[in-house]
């Protein structure tokens, strides 16, 4: 754990002196809402599609962001380094917390512009908008974190990102619409159970699988 | 090394019938080896014999496509995901992080090695290599001499068992070239050290040279 909480540390001094990751995620989630307001203009939209919006946001950021934390160790050349300071299961995690936390702090910014540009972007249980928030997220940074390790080794790593999260996210970006109109409805955490036991789930299978095979992504 | 930290501890690799290809093309078949005492053993043949090949292989990073490699420390064999706390490791294609400092490489170094960080050994390192006045530099400003000086420190700081040098004086000057053949004489004493080279004056060192031209045979 010292040797994730290590790479943690060493990641976040990195991305703060070369804010690689921070202006391309920022600069996303500006342009794209920015893009939803504009073609909406004075359009009134409901609050499920609003949900949707919120989502499809998230799932694009996360696209355009999360690679980084594989692909420019593979890009520098410092994967090689890694490779030789500690065993792969500390790698995955220390990857998998820092993009724990871009994930959080992104959608967080993302679920605030909503909140203050969209009226309809309303809930009436927040507290099961705020579980599906969290578990959602975790689920996000799980499969973003092997995927980004999968595709830091290919050649056209741009391309095949989006490509292979797609299907691997899309049971999760479902549940988590579903559980956003839960919300907005005003569903009890009980009432939707089942899209959270999904949503935990995903996250368990997610991160199980992930350490089970990064040693076999991570070396040659 | 003279900072109260070296030790001699009984250390092993053993190779049998290592054989490794990239697709079709065969890079070396056969080697069978055993490394047991403290030494410089040398690792030679042309370009894309596959000198780095088997030191990444030494290393784990690289799987051989048959055949087995063990390391052993005294009875005990050594799991290889855990290998890397027993080798020290330079190379021109290992890449130190250039937004950090030097002594800022060392510390993280230190720290995802599980190893507290001793600014002491640190500077002892630096003093050796000579690079004491800009460790607080940040790596991008260094000069690739500088820096294959700095890959030196990371590799020796936590007192590995085995020391791996792919190429170990390219970029080097004059100065540094002798700094480093000092060390490696001095390290030998009590360490397996590898030197993977084709300079002949790298391979002078050494006391066994594997030569891959010979494992190339079908």
């Given amino acids: ?220 | 090394m003279t900072d109260g930290t070296s030790r001699i501890r009984e250390y092993k690799i053993e190779i049998n019938n290592l054989t490794k290809n990239f697709g079709r093309r065969l890079i070396f078949k056969g080697i069978d080896r055993v490394y047991d005492r403290p030494g410089i053993y040398g690792i030679s043949g042309p370009n894309g014999s596959g000198k780095s090949t088997i030191v990444k292989i030494f290393c784990g990073i690289l799987s051989p496509n048959s055949g087995t490699i063990t390391h052993h420390s005294g009875a005990s064999k050594i799991e290889s995901n855990v290998w890397y706390r027993h080798i020290g490791f330079v190379s021109p294609y290992l890449v130190l992080y250039d937004e950090f400092t030097a002594e800022e490489n060392i510390a993280f170094f230190s720290a995802i090695r599980e190893i507290n960080f001793d600014a002491g050994r640190s500077d002892f390192l630096f003093e050796k290599f000579g690079i004491i006045d800009r460790k607080n530099d940040l790596v991008k400003t260094y000069s690739s001499g500088m820096k294959q000086r700095l890959k030196f420190i990371g590799a020796l700081y936590h007192n590995p068992d085995v020391l791996i040098f792919d190429e170990p004086t390219s970029n080097l000057d004059i100065a540094g070239k002798e700094t480093v053949y000092n060390v490696i004489k001095e390290l030998s004493k009590e360490k397996i050290v590898f030197l993977a080279s084709n300079d002949r004056e790298d391979i002078d060192l050494c006391s066994e040279v594997l030569d891959l031209n010979l494992y190339k045979s079908k």
Avoid at chain 1, 88 to 108: C, D, Q, R, T
Avoid at chain 1, 170 to 185: C, S, V, W
Avoid at chain 1, 204 to 214: D, E, G, K, P, T
């Fill in chain 1, 1 to 220: 754990m010292k040797s994730a909480l290590a790479l943690l540390k060493k990641d976040f001094s990195s991305e703060i002196r070369t804010r690689y990751a921070i202006n391309s995620l920022g600069m996303f989630i500006v342009v794209t809402v920015s893009v939803i307001l504009f073609s909406i203009g004075n359009e009134k939209i409901n609050e499920y599609l609003t949900g949707g919006l919120f989502w499809v946001v998230v799932f694009f950021t996360s696209m355009s962001g999360l690679s980084r934390a594989f692909v420019s160790e593979e890009e520098r050349g410092t994967a090689l380094t890694l490779q030789l300071l500690a065993k792969p299961e500390s790698i995955y995690s220390g990857k998998f917390l820092f993009n724990v936390a871009l994930v959080f702090s992104m959608n967080l910014i993302i679920a605030v512009l909503f909140s203050l540009l969209f009226e309809m972007f309303l809930f009436k249980n927040l507290l099961l908008f705020v579980f599906a928030f969290i578990v959602g997220n975790v689920g996000v940074a799980a499969s973003s974190t092997i995927i980004a390790a999968i595709i830091a080794k290919a050649g056209s790593k741009g391309t095949l990102y989006p490509v292979l999260a797609f299907p691997i996210l899309l049971p999760l970006i479902l549940t988590l619409i579903e559980l956003t109109k839960q919300a907005m409805d005003g569903n009890t955490v009980s009432d939707s159970s089942v899209e959270l036991a999904v949503l935990f789930c995903y996250d368990v299978i997610m991160i199980s699988a992930a350490y089970l095979l990064f040693d076999f992504i991570w070396k040659d």
